[in-house]
């Protein structure tokens, strides 16, 4: 049950992060934050998460790099987590490269709804 | 001219040698006779003829005839060769391009007559040396002209002849390319003003297989022009192939520098990305809270309910803003991202109407979707994102143009090979005749529906960009108040790029895509 669904949510900007919580929350899930890249893979490695939010636009160390490093070099980190994109930035070089580093999803903040949020992560998890 | 004056002195000189040769034999004659007759006269009383006294006989012969024969023949000599020598030295005179001078008076009889017709010669003559004067004047004046006007130009225009060499080459061109006109003179175009457009001499290329006489015209926009100095110009490009005279100008060549356009445009359109995305940020919190702002409140009165649904529902207008700005952003980067992948376009269009349809339920409007019965897939090679937004921008519109519960809205699928036409038909207000050619460029917006919708006019400028990455057109048919019809046409995917369907880049992964990014269907690591 999505209930006992958990989230790890690495983002920069606070007041984004509390709102999409709050969302994912009322749908069930418990929600933790990282607010830059370190703390996030510190977390990730303490915990078995079974989805990462990850955004990219974030200082000292981008969610690309965050990605690279949670899924390795032969793109087999962490294999029982999702990990899904979240960010403002709609290049599709940015999105490609994303697919390319094995993460499962690439959303676009500003183009879905929040409470759609909830519903595409019930389709991964 | 020289020439025939230097005969006409030495024939003057000749008739006077000879008209005292003349006068000589002519007066000798008589005197001899009159010498005879003064001899006879007084030597009668001797009656001794045939014994000449030579002293009595010469002495008379002389001073009687010879002296004034001779005397006589230089007078009439002189009295005829003046003539003849003054004409001579009116005909110098007038080699000289003394023309007022005058022959008639020189003489009496025939060198009056001569006189009278050198004087009219010389008349004509002055008259032709005056008109082609003043020909060449106007010929002068006509040059400087053109001269002035090409120099004034501020745009560069050359001109080649039919080996494609420069043989002119104005002030503004000069300065443009950083060239000087007699660096350039009679050297080829394409090595002295190569415009490339991605590289490539597109004028050279279209110049070459222009043969015939008929006058053509091209023209480019936006083609690369290096400067000698080796910085670069961005300039729009007219050639007209003239081809009348062999020998002249083959081709007319005027360039417009856009340079600084063109860095205002680069500038603009990094600013309109960059405050779109800057906004995005903030829209997207506004959206977040009022989204559980509507889920939570469960205390709002039904005044209070209908404010926070307007609001969402123009937080939601702006971020669609924001989304289709950020899009034209990309379009005139040239960084659409057209990412074509092989897909059936049936299932994709039966997914995307399936959203809409939502949507249009909730605006109380009809919509349908009509697939060709007989074909099970449609294969194509396309973008799904852009195809998605090409479907939903075009329904969009026709939900904003019908009217709420009489509006019905029909997505068309026609398998037209080797294409697939997709129509989106509404039964709204239509549109102007005047105003169709209009509807696809950027901000473009029908008058009298600005007071009445919302809109951006940018919508179908991104369709239709979408659709001509896609290698497609769009058009589109309206009767005012019958509705309108909006077409776009896409090339199928041909037999032989289906097998290759399996080389898929991205490693057969089911992907989802959404107007929101995209999801991995069932991953697996």
Redesign the interface.
């Known amino acids: 049950m999505a209930g006992s669904k958990t989230i790890l949510f690495i983002e920069d900007?606070k007041?984004?992060a509390e709102?999409?919580a709050?969302?994912l929350e009322?749908n069930g899930y418990q929600v933790d934050f990282a607010y830059n890249g370190a703390d996030g893979l510190k977390m990730a490695e303490d915990k078995q998460y079974d989805l990462i939010l990850l955004d990219i636009m974030m200082p000292e160390k981008t969610g690309i790099e965050v990605l690279h490093e949670l899924?390795g070099e032969d793109?087999?980190g962490?294999?029982n987590t999702?990990i899904?994109?979240l960010t403002?930035?709609?290049?599709?070089?940015t999105?490609?490269e994303a697919?390319k580093a094995?993460a499962?999803?690439?959303?676009?903040?500003?183009?879905?709804?929040?409470?759609?949020l909830a519903e595409?992560i019930g389709?991964?998890i | 001219m020289q020439k025939s004056i230097r005969i006409i002195s030495m024939k003057a000189d000749q008739f006077r040698r000879q008209t005292l040769a003349l006068f000589f034999i002519v007066s000798i004659v008589p005197a001899l006779v009159v010498g005879a007759v003064w001899y006879l006269f007084t030597q009668t009383s001797r009656l001794n003829f045939l014994f000449l006294d030579f002293d009595s006989f010469v002495l008379p012969v002389i001073l009687v005839g010879v002296i004034p024969a001779v005397t006589l023949s230089f007078v009439f000599a002189e009295l005829l060769a003046r003539p003849v020598r003054r004409i001579r030295d009116a005909v110098l005179e007038l080699a000289k391009g003394n023309f007022s001078t005058q022959f008639r008076g020189h003489g009496a009889g025939e060198f009056h007559e001569i006189g009278v017709a050198l004087d009219s010669v010389a008349t004509k003559l002055q008259q032709t040396i005056s008109e082609a004067a003043s020909e060449t004047a106007l010929i002068a004046a006509e040059r400087n002209k053109l001269r002035s006007v090409l120099g004034a130009m501020t745009d560069g225009v050359f001109a080649l002849d039919h080996t494609g060499r420069i043989v002119l080459f104005n002030k503004a061109a000069s300065e443009l390319t950083g060239r000087s006109i007699t660096e350039v003179a009679g050297q080829l175009a394409e090595k002295m003003l190569p415009f490339r457009s991605n590289g490539e001499l597109v004028m050279t290329r279209w110049l070459a297989n222009q043969p015939g006489t008929e006058h053509k015209v091209g023209q480019w926009k936006g083609l690369e022009l290096y400067r000698a100095d080796g910085t670069s110009l961005y300039v729009d490009v007219q050639a007209v192939v003239l081809n009348d005279d062999p020998n002249g100008i083959a081709t007319l060549v005027t360039f417009h520098d856009l340079t600084k356009t063109h860095q205002l445009e680069e500038m603009k359109v990094d600013f309109v990305a960059l405050a779109a995305h800057e906004l995005r940020t903030p829209i997207t919190e506004i959206k977040g809270y009022l989204d559980i702002l509507n889920h939570e409140a469960k205390q709002l009165n039904k005044a209070n309910r209908e404010f926070l649904e307007r609001t969402i529902a123009s937080a939601n207008q702006l971020s669609g803003l924001m989304h289709n700005l950020l899009n034209v952003s990309r379009i005139e980067r040239g960084e659409l991202g057209y990412q074509p992948e092989h897909l059936d376009y049936r299932k994709l269009v039966t997914d995307v109407v399936g959203d809409l349809k939502l949507r249009a339920k909730q605006q109380h409007r009809k919509l349908t979707l009509e697939l060709p019965p007989l074909v099970k897939s449609i294969p194509i090679s396309g973008d799904p994102t852009s195809l998605r937004e090409i479907l939903t921008n075009l329904v969009n519109n026709a939900i904003e143009h019908t009217g709420p519960s009489i509006g019905e809205i029909k997505v068309q699928v026609a398998v037209n090979k080797p294409n697939v036409e997709t129509s989106v038909i509404d039964n709204g207000t239509g549109i102007p005749a005047e105003a169709v050619s209009h509807l696809f460029t950027k901000f473009f917006r029908v008058g009298e529906m600005k007071s009445t919708t919302r809109g951006t006019g940018l919508g179908l400028y991104i369709c239709r960009a979408m659709v001509e990455a896609h290698g497609g057109t769009i058009w589109a048919e309206s009767t005012e108040g019958e509705g309108s019809t909006f077409t776009f046409r896409l090339p199928m995917r041909t037999v032989a790029s289906v097998s290759t369907a399996d080389d898929n880049k991205e490693h057969n992964q089911k992907i989802t895509r959404g107007a929101h990014g995209w999801i991995k269907d069932n991953s697996i690591h």
């Open positions: 900007d007041p984004i709102m999409y709050r969302i009322r899924r793109g087999s962490y294999p999702k899904v994109i403002n930035l709609a290049q599709d070089k999105s490609q697919l094995q499962d999803g690439y959303i676009i903040k500003a183009d879905i709804v929040p409470s759609q595409v389709k991964l």
